[in-house]
């Protein structure tokens, strides 16, 4: 299964945006660690944020930390990624990503083609 980032665009510095992810009809998230990911142009991709399955405990890279917040909504079957205080070089494609443990999803932070990614999402942060 793919999973779909949606919710991006274009933002100035300073400002917010809400991310989503979601999956094809039937698969629960609910049940996986959730990952965040992004590519900017030139760049690997690199990983942002992670989100475990059983107590939602959340890590995330140094440059987010503070200003990015990841969390679910079981209900609506939905992993978001809000950030705040956007900087220029947060501009990138957003993906997400789904693995059996947060374990697995740090591993793609250093081996990110071992995974078959879904759409992505622009986000573009510019005066």
């Known amino acids: 299964v793919q999973l779909q980032a949606s919710g991006g665009g274009l933002v100035q510095p300073g400002g917010s945006l809400r991310l989503s992810c979601v999956a094809s009809s039937g698969f629960s998230l609910e049940h996986y660690a959730i990952g965040w990911f992004r590519q900017a142009p030139g760049k690997e991709r690199e990983g942002v944020s992670t989100?475990?399955?059983?107590?939602?405990?959340?890590y995330y890279t140094n440059s987010v930390q503070g200003r990015f917040t990841t969390s679910r909504d079981n209900a609506k079957n939905t992993v978001y990624l809000h950030m705040n205080s956007l900087k220029p070089q947060d501009t990138a494609v957003y993906y997400c990503?789904?693995?059996?443990?947060?374990?697995?999803?740090?591993?793609?932070?250093?081996?990110?083609?071992?995974?078959?990614w879904g759409q992505g999402t622009q986000v573009t942060v510019s005066s």
């Open positions: 990503a789904h693995g059996g443990s947060t374990d697995a999803l740090l591993r793609l932070w250093v081996f990110p083609n071992e995974y078959d």
């Open positions: 989100i475990s399955i059983i107590d939602d405990h959340t």
